[in-house]
């Protein structure tokens, strides 16, 4: 069994940084794509980042050069770096994972940014 255990979301102000982590739990796991989505209050979820084996980056408009995916294949775990937090960036964050032709979703992380 897939599971992926995610972490590092939290309250920030403003202009503040936090860093998201997702590790999957299954070795010798084929994985094609690894992403983070979102879903705020009373909206859809939405791409926020991904990136192949391969190191192909994808970004949402909303966030490019404030955020940064990366992803250690050894350790089976991806990473988004978020700075320059906004107040619509907060939302739940979910890790996904591609391993065809399965996908695997984390439990969600909250991220919340306020004052």
């Known amino acids: 069994q897939v599971q992926l255990v995610e972490s590092g979301g939290g309250l920030v102000q403003p202009g503040g940084s936090l860093r998201l982590s997702c590790v999957v739990s299954?070795?010798?796991?084929?994985?094609?794509?690894m992403g983070w989505y979102r879903q705020a209050l009373g909206k859809q979820r939405e791409l926020v980042a991904d990136i192949t084996t391969g190191g192909r980056i994808n970004y949402a408009d909303s966030v490019k050069g404030r955020f940064t995916i990366s992803r250690d294949n050894a350790k089976n775990t991806v990473y988004l770096q978020m700075n320059s937090l906004k107040p619509e960036d907060t939302a739940v964050y979910y890790c996904?994972?591609?391993?065809?032709?399965?996908?695997?979703w984390g439990q969600g992380t909250q991220v919340t940014v306020s004052s």
């Open positions: 299954r070795n010798s796991f084929s994985i094609n794509k």
């Open positions: 996904n994972v591609h391993s065809f032709p399965y996908e695997y």
